[in-house]
């Protein structure tokens, strides 16, 4: 039986890294892409506008049952999608920064849901930080740097 491990075509494919620091390259462009798009598509408006801070917190707390605190919890979505996304970007406090990520796409997720839309955008970019929050940062960021710990560089 002819092994495909054995076709040099093949071997591309079952390598445990497409090329030299791979993993962190991928975690690096994991970082900087949807991190982007959050920022463009959601963060902008949010952060330059704190008018919509309010309505904002309403929107997300009142499905799980808050009412109170509102123009807060509206402030943190748009400080998460508008600043924190660019800590992220430079890998910078990336942990603590996806972490607020993956609570303000929760919050977003349960919104879209209890309204009977579709959370599919939420749920990829809770996906994404949930990935970056267990892996890290990897090693093309700040915190590789300023921390200097064998735990964010692998």
């Not at 930080?129 to 560089?153: E, H, Q, T, W």
């Amino acid at each position: 039986m002819l092994s495909l491990k054995k076709i040099k075509v093949f071997e591309l494919f079952f390598r445990d890294q497409l090329f030299k620091n791979g993993k962190d390259w991928s975690i690096t462009i994991l970082r900087i892409i949807p991190s982007f798009y959050m920022f463009y598509y959601h963060g902008m408006r949010k952060i330059s506008s704190s008018s919509s801070w309010e309505w904002l917190g309403q929107a997300a707390m009142s499905v799980i049952g808050v009412e109170f605190g509102f123009l807060f919890f509206g402030f943190l979505a748009a400080l998460s999608e508008g600043i924190l996304v660019w800590f992220v970007i430079f890998g910078f406090f990336t942990r603590l920064s996806s972490l607020f990520l993956i609570l303000t796409m929760f919050f977003a997720s349960a919104y879209h849901l209890a309204g009977g839309e579709s959370a599919e955008s939420a749920l990829i970019y809770l996906t994404i930080y949930l990935v970056i929050f267990i892996l890290g940062p990897g090693r093309y960021s700040f915190d590789a740097k300023l921390f200097s710990n064998n735990d964010l560089k692998s």
